[in-house]
């Protein structure tokens, strides 16, 4: 992934994923503050209700991205000792993919 | 007037370290660089470069009460006493004040700071409009002086890798440039981990730029530039 998402191609993938997430985000809060669910039946049947679960799916995923690219540079910046890079790349890249996949799966069960 | 100035002489064997100066300025000392020549008559082994003495050249920059500039443009009524003096920060030390520019070059070098055409020459000079002679104001006026690139963070992290500012900058002005053929090799140099894309925009260069220049401004145009190329 550090070869792929590199130079122009990461630093457009980290502004494009920044501003659905941003629109997602904002989207969300003025749902929530128009309909004020009270009830998880509430909360689920919005959830599962037209596109908001594919949408919500790819906020996730955006999200993701985004972190990755932003947490690669930072390793790249300041860890310096290759093994330990890799190393360091290689536990963000499984805990990022394992939070992807519980959110999958949370929103898949819903 | 209260100097602390870093001193380092390899060839002495003693470690740096930042040594109190009192110096009795002149009528007609008006500049740092004014105060520092006076100093040398105190002490002939203070080391520092110096050449034009008017902005021009770039050759005494350095890190003057914790900010890069020029010590020939930088009036002593402005400055803060004890005026600490250290050479530009990340660049390796050769004595006292002067640094090592081997690398910042390298770097500049890298970019092919000169217009590539390889179509055959015209008769006589290869013309520009106003307008696109336009496009270079606010890049072709950088002296080189690194006052932009010693003070970029991205740099210190990256210093064999990243261009540093001022190299991007003088990128931009061959990529603006209508009479170069080579724009798509250029931006395609450009596009890797390192060379540009470790700049994160923190806008040390701009601050710090003693000819008010804008090298991040100039890193954004590249981006954009590259990005209108892939499209």
């Known amino acids: ?110 | 007037m209260k100097f602390l100035i870093y001193r380092y002489n390899p060839e002495t064997g003693t470690k740096p370290h930042m040594q109190a100066y009192d110096v009795t300025l002149q009528h007609g000392d008006h500049m740092l660089l004014d105060a520092l020549m006076r100093l040398r008559e105190q002490d002939d082994s203070l080391a520092f470069r110096k050449s034009c003495r008017e902005g021009v050249c770039g050759s005494d920059a350095m890190n003057i009460n914790g900010r890069n500039w020029l010590a020939c443009i930088t009036p002593l009524a402005s400055l803060k006493e004890p005026v600490t003096l250290r050479p530009l920060p990340s660049f390796p030390v050769i004595r006292d004040l002067v640094v090592d520019m081997t690398r910042f070059f390298r770097h500049y070098h890298a970019i092919r700071p000169y217009v590539i055409d390889d179509e055959p020459p015209p008769e006589r000079e290869r013309l520009q409009t106003p307008a696109e002679r336009s496009e270079l104001d606010g890049l072709y006026e950088c002296i080189l002086c690194a006052c932009c690139t010693g003070f970029c963070p991205s740099y210190w992290w990256n210093p064999d890798r990243y261009l540093g500012p001022a190299a991007l900058l003088q990128a931009m002005r061959f990529i603006a440039d209508s009479r170069d053929r080579a724009t798509a090799e250029r931006l395609e140099f450009l596009d890797d981990a390192y060379r540009l894309f470790r700049c994160r925009s923190i806008m040390n260069c701009t601050e710090v730029c003693p000819k008010h220049l804008n090298p991040n401004r100039a890193i954004d145009r590249i981006r954009m530039r590259m990005l209108k190329h892939e499209i």
């Open chain 1, 1 to 110: 992934m550090t070869a792929v998402l590199t130079g122009l191609r990461a630093w457009t993938v980290q502004r494009v994923s920044a501003v659905y997430v941003l629109f997602f985000f904002l989207t969300t809060l003025v749902w929530l503050a128009v309909h004020r669910p009270v009830s998880y039946a509430q909360w689920h049947a919005w959830v599962t209700s037209g596109g908001v679960r594919p949408a919500m799916m790819l906020f996730f995923a955006a999200l993701l991205v985004h972190a990755w690219v932003g947490l690669r540079d930072v390793l790249l910046d300041y860890v310096k000792p290759l093994l330990i890079r890799a190393a360091a790349l290689g536990a963000l890249a499984l805990g990022l993919a394992g939070l992807g996949g519980w959110a999958a799966q949370i929103l898949i069960s819903a």
